[in-house]
């Protein structure tokens, strides 16, 4: 492949792949390597939905969860095909193979989904983060999680 500047962000690389030019920036493989190396550190994954709070609650959260776990957000496509080509390698475990199945099947990494990875019991993380759980006034626009009578 070659190298070439766009807009001064990130150095693209381009691939040749059956006819067809693949662009992954630097910032992708960078996020591919890290989802891949937290996957391997640490023994449990959990899906969070992060509907309707507040940036100030992820960071008091994230702060708690030092030591214990580290959620990452955003990139669902691309977190989808990292998860897809871990499945897919030779050398792919059968848990890789699973959690794919299960994260496709389930459409576990959709809409505003955060990854929580964790050693730790899934009842300890679960009451760490039911502890930041607040009730917080309805917003112009937003649709209420409960009905409303």
């Known amino acids: ?66 030591g214990k776990g580290v959620l990452v957000m955003g990139k669902k496509t691309l977190q989808r095909k990292i998860v897809e080509n871990r499945a897919n390698r030779a050398d792919a475990s059968e848990n890789d193979k699973a959690f794919h199945e299960k994260t496709s099947k389930m459409e576990l990494l959709r809409y505003n989904t955060g990854l929580l990875f964790t050693n730790e019991d899934a009842a300890t993380i679960c009451d760490m983060l039911e502890k930041h759980r607040i009730q917080a006034p309805a917003r112009v626009g937003s649709i209420a999680p409960v009905d409303v009578i």
Do not use: P, W
């Open 1 to 66: 492949g070659y190298q070439r500047r766009v807009r001064g962000l990130c150095t693209l690389l381009t691939q040749h792949m059956s006819r067809r030019t693949i662009i992954v920036s630097e910032e992708k493989k960078e996020y591919e390597v890290k989802i891949n190396t937290l996957m391997d550190q640490y023994a449990r994954v959990m899906f969070v939905t992060i509907e309707n709070v507040r940036s100030q609650q992820i960071h008091n959260i994230r702060r708690e969860l030092r």
